[in-house]
């Protein structure tokens, strides 16, 4: 099993700066790749962004890209989240989230099993 707590959420005002920390634990050579995903109020938990640990290759959901950069340290099992020029409209709960190897693209919910319990975010105008 996999524990994950995410931390470095907070209060910024727009075109502001924040990076969160999502610190892995437990069966880490089980993870394969890992993940942000967030859930703004009344809306459905969306893909942001996720790392392959072994290779560091990235994917990023279209409308982060270029603001958010996701990043690893695989000698101290942590993940982070580089979040440039924020909007209001990325006030959300962020979630970190790690996957096993497996046959998904690693953007979607499905794919993710172990989930942290989320660090919030708010953006203010």
């Known amino acids: 099993q996999v524990q994950l707590v995410e931390s470095g959420g907070g209060l910024v005002q727009a075109g502001g700066s924040l990076r969160l920390s999502c610190a892995a634990s437990?069966?880490?050579?089980?993870?394969?790749?890992m993940g942000w995903f967030r859930q703004a109020p009344g809306k459905e938990r969306e893909f942001v962004a996720t790392?392959?640990?072994?290779?560091?290759?990235?994917y990023y959901a279209d409308s982060m890209k270029g603001r958010f950069t996701i990043s690893r340290d695989n000698t101290k099992n942590m993940m982070y989240l580089q979040m440039n020029s924020l909007k209001p409209e990325d006030t959300a709960v962020y979630y970190c989230?790690?996957?096993?190897?497996?046959?998904?693209?690693?953007?979607?919910?499905?794919?993710?099993?172990?989930w942290g319990q989320g660090t919030q975010v708010t953006v203010s105008s």
């Open positions: 989230a790690a996957a096993p190897p497996g046959i998904g693209d690693y953007r979607s919910i499905a794919d993710f099993p172990s």
């Open positions: 437990g069966r880490i050579f089980s993870i394969y790749a």
């Open positions: 790392i392959i640990r072994s290779t560091g290759r990235t």
